[in-house]
């Protein structure tokens, strides 16, 4: 799942695949450190599944979200630690009790067709996005846009229809990507095949379901970068495929190692780990407008036969981070601590309980079809019948996992979030009734409520208590059930500088290079 950054599908989402951790006796290999960036040179990536569409209106997935931001490029960028910082724009002003933002733009900026990137640039693309007839997954958060105006050349005023503070980091995920305004019109509905931003990355070229190339833009506004002279992206679904690829020079870096596969890592001189951490979870979400799981009774009775923990010993030596009990992890300022009064902990008596009170409890789950995300499906219908919960695994290549998972074709279903720093960016898009991404079918005002609550308040001090209020409503309705924070651990050559460690593991390119 995914989509992006700050309100992020990316949180990008991505399909369920294996839980990492920062945890574990073995410490991550540091990348190495060079001292002057050095042009030159190509960049290949080992992905684990194929991306949407290059265009805002599609994006999903972090790896969707890697891809454009490399080529279109967002208003702001989230920094290591969730920190807002200027890239299209500069700045922005808050107004009228964050009901109303002046954005300033970076000046004699053009898209990559030569087009100039301003004001109007911005108006159009807020707007596309913002478009019903569009069907941008991102269009909830821009449901409150009232106005958008574009005030002179360089600057931008946007007036919500209720105060909104998460609004700025808005801009650093999907709905901040600009698209060439003329590219689009020219493209329509082609536009993602043939994508056209103000990125340090041109489009090349794309082999379908196999590998997209990128090529440096010279005239990107932050010269010298970018470093690198292409970049390619290859999906490689299998992890131990992924490694070997690494491993022989096919690929320099993988997004996403195995946390048994750290030593064998660290144990090559030519090879780098970097710990990433995670602001995003796995867990299995159940479709909650379809029977059976419609009953919130037979959502607790999953909930208390699951024990992440046992799990994370069988397959991951451990060193999965568990103990997380509502969408957010101990790297978010929203975290509100390893137990949520009312959510059903680990409880097998509790579980049999239950079921014996429903009679019968049996469906379907969703999983993508690699190894890890079988072998922890498996673990969980083991779990689920020492409870009496009978189980059928549902096997899915991961972009037919997403669609079903957008499209709320399930019963239940083992995804991810990638996450976000900006903890609004890990629930609105998900659980607020109406959303396009709202995948689990949950309608609940007392959640809207407080989503509505948490996005007027000004500080975190007063968010958080509404945060945490909304953790205890998800525990009472159980929309999902957490097993792992989204831990993430990437592997590359030596020699590969300059990407920050991001803990919703969107891959930066711009400054990258290698010595």
Same mark, same amino acid.
């Given at each position: 799942?995914?989509?992006?950054?700050?309100?992020?599908?990316?949180?990008?989402? %991505?399909?369920?695949?294996?839980?990492?951790?920062?945890?574990?006796?073995?410490?991550?290999?540091?990348?190495?450190?060079?001292?002057?960036?050095?042009?030159?040179?190509? #960049?290949?990536?080992?992905?684990?599944?194929?991306?949407?569409?290059?265009?805002?209106?599609?994006? /999903?997935?972090?790896?969707?979200?890697?891809?454009?931001?490399?080529?279109?490029?967002?208003?702001? +960028?989230?920094?290591?630690?969730?920190?807002?910082?200027?890239?299209?724009?500069?700045?922005?002003?808050?107004?009228?009790?964050?009901? !109303?933002?002046?954005?300033?733009?970076? *000046?004699?900026?053009?898209?990559?067709?030569?087009?100039?990137?301003?004001?109007?640039?911005?108006?159009?693309?807020?707007?596309?996005?913002?478009?019903?007839?569009?069907? %941008?997954? %991102?269009?909830?958060?821009?449901?409150?846009?009232?106005?958008?105006?574009?005030?002179?050349?360089?600057?931008?005023?946007?007036?919500?229809?209720? =105060?909104?503070?998460?609004? =700025?980091?808005?801009?650093? $995920?999907?709905?901040?990507?600009?698209?060439?305004?003329?590219?689009?019109?020219?493209?329509?509905?082609?536009?993602?095949?043939?994508?056209?931003?103000?990125? =340090?990355?041109?489009?090349?070229?794309?082999?379908?379901?196999?590998?997209?190339?990128?090529?440096?833009?010279?005239?990107?506004? $932050?010269?010298?970068?970018?470093?690198?002279?292409?970049?390619?992206?290859?999906?490689?679904?299998?992890?131990?495929?992924? #490694?070997?690829?690494? *491993?022989?020079?096919?690929?320099?870096?993988?997004?996403?190692?195995?946390?048994?596969?750290?030593?064998?890592?660290?144990?090559?001189?030519?090879?780098?780990?970097?710990?990433?951490?995670?602001?995003?979870?796995?867990?299995?979400?159940?479709?909650?407008?379809?029977?059976?799981?419609? $009953?919130?009774?037979?959502?607790?009775?999953?909930?208390? !036969?699951?024990? =992440?923990?046992?799990?994370?010993?069988?397959?991951?030596?451990?060193?999965?981070? /568990?103990?997380?009990?509502?969408?957010?992890?101990?790297?978010?300022?929203?975290?509100?601590?390893?137990?949520?009064?009312?959510?059903?902990?680990?409880?097998?008596?509790?579980?049999?309980?239950?079921?014996?009170?429903?009679?019968?409890?049996?469906?379907?789950?969703?999983?993508?079809?690699?190894?890890?995300?079988?072998?922890?499906? *498996?673990?969980?219908?083991?779990?689920?019948?020492?409870?009496?919960?009978?189980?059928?695994?549902?096997?899915?290549?991961?972009?037919?996992?997403?669609?079903?998972?957008?499209?709320?074709?399930?019963?239940?279903?083992?995804? @991810?979030?990638?996450?976000?720093?900006?903890?609004?960016?890990?629930?609105?898009?998900?659980?607020?009734?109406?959303?396009? *991404?709202?995948?689990?079918?949950?309608?609940?005002?007392?959640?809207?409520?407080?989503?509505?609550?948490?996005?007027?308040?000004?500080?975190?001090?007063? @968010?958080?208590?509404?945060?945490?209020?909304?953790?205890?409503?998800?525990?009472? +309705?159980?929309?999902?059930?957490?097993?792992?924070?989204?831990?993430?651990?990437?592997?590359?050559?030596?020699?590969?500088?300059?990407?920050?460690?991001?803990? $919703?593991?969107?891959?930066?390119?711009?400054?990258?290079? #290698?010595?």
């Amino acid at each position: 799942m995914a989509f992006l950054g700050a309100v992020s599908l990316i949180a990008a989402a %991505c399909g369920g695949s294996s839980p990492k951790s920062t945890t574990g006796s073995t410490a991550p290999t540091a990348p190495a450190v060079a001292s002057m960036p050095k042009s030159g040179g190509s #960049l290949s990536i080992g992905v684990e599944a194929v991306w949407h569409p290059i265009d805002p209106l599609d994006a /999903t997935t972090f790896t969707d979200a890697d891809i454009s931001m490399a080529v279109l490029a967002p208003l702001f +960028d989230l920094g290591p630690g969730g920190t807002l910082q200027p890239d299209l724009a500069t700045g922005y002003t808050a107004q009228d009790g964050d009901k !109303a933002y002046v954005i300033t733009l970076r *000046q004699n900026v053009t898209f990559q067709d030569g087009t100039p990137f301003d004001a109007q640039a911005v108006v159009f693309n807020l707007q596309r996005d913002a478009n019903p007839a569009n069907a %941008c997954k %991102c269009r909830v958060d821009l449901k409150d846009l009232a106005s958008v105006v574009a005030t002179d050349p360089t600057t931008v005023t946007v007036t919500l229809t209720h =105060p909104d503070s998460t609004f =700025p980091s808005l801009l650093a $995920n999907v709905p901040g990507m600009m698209a060439s305004p003329a590219a689009v019109q020219q493209e329509g509905k082609g536009f993602g095949l043939h994508p056209v931003g103000a990125g =340090p990355f041109k489009f090349v070229s794309e082999v379908a379901n196999s590998s997209v190339t990128l090529a440096k833009w010279p005239g990107y506004w $932050n010269a010298p970068k970018p470093y690198l002279d292409s970049v390619t992206f290859k999906v490689i679904p299998d992890v131990s495929t992924r #490694l070997a690829s690494l *491993q022989s020079g096919a690929i320099q870096d993988d997004e996403d190692i195995l946390p048994t596969e750290i030593s064998t890592v660290q144990s090559a001189s030519n090879l780098q780990v970097q710990s990433l951490g995670g602001v995003g979870t796995y867990f299995v979400e159940f479709q909650t407008q379809r029977a059976p799981l419609n $009953n919130v009774v037979a959502r607790q009775a999953i909930t208390y !036969a699951t024990d =992440p923990q046992v799990i994370d010993n069988a397959l991951f030596a451990g060193k999965a981070s /568990t103990g997380i009990e509502s969408p957010w992890t101990p790297q978010s300022w929203a975290y509100p601590g390893p137990s949520v009064p009312g959510y059903p902990a680990y409880d097998l008596a509790k579980a049999k309980q239950l079921v014996q009170q429903l009679g019968v409890l049996s469906f379907t789950l969703s999983i993508r079809n690699d190894a890890t995300s079988v072998a922890v499906g *498996q673990a969980l219908q083991s779990e689920w019948a020492a409870a009496g919960i009978k189980v059928q695994l549902n096997e899915l290549q991961n972009l037919a996992l997403v669609q079903d998972s957008q499209t709320g074709k399930f019963q239940a279903m083992f995804y @991810r979030l990638a996450g976000s720093y900006e903890p609004d960016g890990n629930v609105s898009l998900y659980f607020r009734s109406g959303s396009p *991404q709202n995948s689990v079918g949950l309608s609940d005002p007392v959640v809207d409520q407080l989503l509505a609550q948490e996005r007027g308040a000004t500080t975190q001090a007063a @968010r958080k208590p509404i945060l945490q209020s909304l953790a205890v409503q998800l525990a009472k +309705d159980i929309p999902e059930d957490f097993l792992f924070a989204a831990d993430w651990w990437r592997a590359s050559v030596s020699n590969l500088h300059g990407v920050p460690n991001l803990a $919703n593991n969107w891959m930066e390119l711009q400054g990258a290079w #290698l010595s």
